[in-house]
């Protein structure tokens, strides 16, 4: 068996997890990765050795900490995040809400900072690590600044309705993303979770490229969102600038 084999096993094994689930038994992670019992038996010892993955004392698996610490290394994390960090702690203060940052990864958007507050609304577990694109303010961003090829694969697929509000015509879709294109932010009500607003701006490189999104999520029934508008883009630029 090649070492190229034995990688794409051992990375089936981490994809079982999620947000949702971040503990799974050995049978589960082996239905889950589809992986044979003795195969999944060996790399799972293996990684844990290695820091990749923790036995829990019920004898259940978590990812380890080597994880976190290879992923925070991450030369396009690390630069957004210095950058964004004292631009998101001023809207955090100045808000009260949760503050995002976030990049796309094939069709999510993966949030790699958030800075939240104790009276931020509350957010459903699947959405606090990674977001649909075509139903989030972050992930609209992503997407409406994304290449054609992206955008026409993206909407190639049945979009998951997450709520009544939820946006799922690719039309409809497309017409959303050159909104957000035109004046520059995006704004999502009730689309990701019922009760929850954002608004999203693009965080761009000196040459005009997209590397990421800054968003703040608040209550739907948020006050002034002209407010907050003004604050997120001010921001995005501001990090754009300073990256």
């Known amino acids: 068996m090649s070492s190229r084999s034995m ?9 079982a997890f999620s947000a949702a689930d971040p503990v799974l038994t050995q049978a589960e992670i082996t239905r889950r990765a589809q992986l044979a019992h003795s195969t999944t038996r060996r790399l799972l010892t ?3 050795d290695h820091g990749l993955l923790e036995r ?6 978590t990812p380890g900490l080597r994880l976190w610490e290879l992923g925070s290394m991450s030369q396009r994390v690390l630069s957004l995040r210095d950058a964004a960090m004292p631009f998101m702690t001023v809207l955090n203060q ?13 069709h999510e958007a993966v949030i790699v900072e958030r800075l939240s507050a104790t009276n931020a609304i509350g957010l459903s577990i699947n959405l606090r690590n990674r977001l649909p694109l075509h139903a989030s303010a ?6 409406a600044y994304a290449s054609e090829a ?3 694969e993206c909407f190639a697929r049945p979009l998951a309705q997450l709520t009544p509000h939820t946006v799922t015509d690719p039309q409809l879709q497309r017409a959303d993303l050159a909104r957000i294109q035109r004046q520059g932010y995006a704004v999502m009500r009730d689309e990701t979770q019922l009760g929850v607003a954002a608004v999203a701006a693009p965080v761009r490189t000196a040459r005009r490229q997209l590397v990421a999104a800054l968003s ?5 029934q948020f006050a002034d ?3 907050l508008i003004h604050g997120v883009t001010a921001a995005a630029k501001a990090i754009s600038a300073a990256m």
Request: glycine residues 10%; without cysteine.
């Open 56 to 61: 829990t004392d019920d004898g259940s698996f």
């Open 150 to 152: 992206v955008i026409t």
């Open 138 to 143: 972050t992930g609209k961003v992503l997407l």
């Open 225 to 227: 969102f002209d407010k």
């Open 46 to 48: 293996e990684m844990v």
């Open 216 to 220: 703040v999520v608040v209550p739907s």
């Open 7 to 15: 990688l794409a096993k051992a990375s089936d094994i981490l994809g």
């Open 94 to 106: 100045a808000l009260g809400q949760h503050v995002q940052l976030a990049v796309r990864e094939g």
